[in-house]
């Protein structure tokens, strides 16, 4: 069994192997990055001599991923194509690319590391590559959102004007819930009955 130098009372979260150190050099690739309730931990094998390896653990304290108000410093933001977690820690910036840049599972990351830098580890859900797929695909809808409604998205292409009224389907302004109906028209949620134009 791998040994990660754990602290007693300290335990693995969650686990992979997918994953790039982002720095200004480039991309390294990780041999694990492990996540413990107590820190963050990457791990990285480097060629030590001719014929031998030597690993390395860096260790992160999360307590040290909070700001002054008890409030985790990450953020997932867009590089080229690929979705890349920033978590600051009081000394460094560490950030972290997973499986060739996916949002689903950065975001998923950014979860885990926030919840259990602040002890809830109970909100930490399972990591596995079906949920990236998900979540890139929410991915997609949220910038969609985004850009509706003026939000923080990244720039994205101006969309092709349809030449005939097409079904659209939006967030409702007041309750975001799903709305379909036809792009232009009136139409009054029927969760909240806020009206609206699609
Ligand atoms: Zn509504």
Redesign the pocket.
């Known amino acids: 069994m791998k040994s990660y130098n754990l602290d007693r009372g300290e335990f693995v979260v969650l686990q992979r192997s997918d994953v790039s150190l982002v720095s200004e050099e480039g991309r390294n690739p990780l041999d694990e990055v492990v996540l413990t309730n107590k820190s963050l931990v990457l791990v990285v094998t480097v060629p030590d001599g001719a014929f031998r390896t030597a690993r390395y653990l860096k260790r992160l304290p999360l307590e040290q991923a909070l700001d002054d108000l008890g409030v985790p410093r990450t953020a997932v933001t867009k590089v080229d194509n690929s979705y890349v977690l920033n978590v600051a820690f009081s000394d460094e910036t560490v950030s972290l690319c997973f499986a060739g840049g996916s949002a689903g599972a950065a975001r998923r990351w950014e979860q885990a590391i926030s919840s259990a830098a602040v002890g809830d580890l109970d909100g930490i859900g399972a990591d596995d590559e079906t949920g990236d797929m998900l979540g890139d695909l929410l991915e997609e809808t949220k910038g969609t959102f985004g850009a509706l409604f003026g939000g923080t998205g990244q720039p994205r292409k101006k969309a092709e004007l349809p030449k005939r009224p097409m079904t659209v389907t939006k967030r409702?302004?007041?309750?975001?819930?799903p709305?379909v109906g036809r792009k232009g028209t009136v139409v009054t949620?029927?969760?909240?009955?806020?009206k609206q134009t699609l």
């Open positions: 409702c302004v007041g309750c975001h819930a709305i949620c029927s969760y909240c009955d806020t």
